[in-house]
């Protein structure tokens, strides 16, 4: 059996970024970028009004001017301007040649097709946005590694780009076992338990952004299991099982791993939850065999699977990781690292009630996770403690 932090180490020794891809920008959301973009062409590609007014010579800005035309947003034609005239002109609008300032329509009075400006502030090229201010063609408008968030995307749309190179988001196929699982809106007969494993991985991988996932349900056969093992793991990045991974005799998660030629990395890791936990790789790509019990499967989840899915797509590969002040003393038997359901507010943190690993309530009024160090027995109120914070 090894430690958390060895457990957490081999996963990151075997994880390798996945090979870019070229997507679509609308697409690109969350991603991270594989290569630098340059901008192709200056933007604003015009000088451009910042505002709905006039535009003229500064050099005129003191003498009554003639308006000569107007310049809208999208105007197709150039007009020019010489001095003594103006042209009306709106936010967005390219200015009229000859023309470097202009004037908001709320400081000029307009009289018989003329205006006289007041506004005794204005600055030679007020209200301008000049060609190139944003972005100049050539220079570098992101850089490989930048994360793709919302104001990224529409950035790089508003300099003209429509495609980019990116480290995908993993493929992944969750396969829940178990003869006993009935789905949820089903009635429960005898002996079955609700399926909820696949439910509370498919939220949080969607929550990561992930797209491309699959669940399959492998009964608790063995020929199923290799079957549905094999086809998820030629076919996606992660594979995700939950439950079989024990020393039950109904138990074929280890068995059919072997079969399908995973290689083994670790299997059993000094805690509590999801003590049975098991890793394994075929090529690049990862197997994670999640002991059963729903809680064990989420707190494996946040601890060992995100981290390395993020890792995959080149993401800041790991939760937030704070420090908090226990609110009351909390013993336990030394051994394992202990990850408890807790709330964490200002600084403070508090284990809630029913850390059983079969109930999934207290996780669902969670914002963290509380670890308790391997060797260490009891804690003491006020005591500080490493906190992994879920993501909201
Ligand atoms: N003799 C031993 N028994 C067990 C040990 C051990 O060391 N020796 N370890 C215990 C621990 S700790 C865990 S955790 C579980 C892990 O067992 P498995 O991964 O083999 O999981 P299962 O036995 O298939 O299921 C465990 C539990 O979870 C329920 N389950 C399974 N899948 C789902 C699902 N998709 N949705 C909801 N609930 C699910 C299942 O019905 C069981 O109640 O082993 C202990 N035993
Ligand atoms: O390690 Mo198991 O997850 O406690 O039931």
Do not use: W
């Not at 909390?330 to 690993?357: D, I, R």
């Amino acid at each position: 059996m090894i430690s958390v932090k060895e457990a957490k180490y081999l996963i990151s020794q075997h994880t390798t970024t996945l090979n870019p891809v070229s997507v679509d920008l609308a697409n690109a959301s969350g991603h991270i970028l594989a290569a630098n973009v340059y901008a192709k062409y200056d933007i604003p590609a015009f000088k451009q009004s910042s505002m709905d007014g006039y535009a003229l010579k500064f050099e005129d800005h003191q003498q009554e001017l003639r308006i000569i035309g107007e310049m809208a947003a999208g105007a197709a034609t150039e007009i020019a301007i010489q001095n003594g005239e103006t042209s009306r002109i709106f936010t967005g609008a390219p200015l009229p040649t000859g023309a470097d300032t202009v004037v908001m329509q709320e400081k000029i009075t307009r009289r018989d097709g003329n205006i006289t400006l007041n506004d005794p502030n204005l600055k030679p090229g007020a209200n301008v946005r000049e060609k190139g201010s944003e972005i100049k063609t050539g220079a570098l408008a992101m850089e490989k590694g930048d994360l793709l968030s919302p104001a990224a995307i529409g950035f790089l749309a508003g300099i003209g780009i429509n495609e980019v190179s990116v480290y995908p988001m993993p493929k992944i196929s969750i396969i829940v076992t178990g003869k006993e699982l009935q789905h949820p809106g089903e009635v429960l007969e005898f002996g079955q338990v609700y399926e909820s494993n696949s439910y509370s991985l498919y939220a949080a991988l969607k929550q990561e952004g992930i797209e491309q996932i699959a669940v399959f349900e492998a009964d608790d056969d063995l020929e199923i299991l290799k079957k549905v093992l094999q086809t998820a793991v030629a076919d996606c990045d992660v594979v995700l099982l939950t439950g079989g991974v024990s020393v039950g005799d109904y138990d074929f998660v280890i068995e059919a791993a072997s079969y399908c030629g995973i290689k083994q990395i670790f299997q059993k890791v000094k805690q509590k939850p999801g003590k049975p936990l098991f890793f394994g790789t075929k090529d690049q790509k990862l197997i994670f065999g999640l002991p059963g019990n729903p809680s064990s499967v989420l707190s494996c989840y946040y601890n060992y699977v995100l981290p390395a899915v993020k890792a995959l797509s080149l993401k800041n590969n790991s939760i937030i990781e704070v420090q908090a002040r226990l609110t009351h003393a909390y013993a336990k038997p030394s051994g394992l690292t202990h990850f408890l359901k807790g709330k964490y507010e200002n600084g403070m943190v508090t284990p809630l009630h029913a850390q059983e690993s079969y109930r999934l309530s207290s996780f669902a009024q969670a914002n963290c996770l509380i670890c308790l160090d391997e060797t260490k027995a009891y804690f003491t109120e006020n005591e500080i403690l490493n906190v992994l914070i879920l993501p909201a």
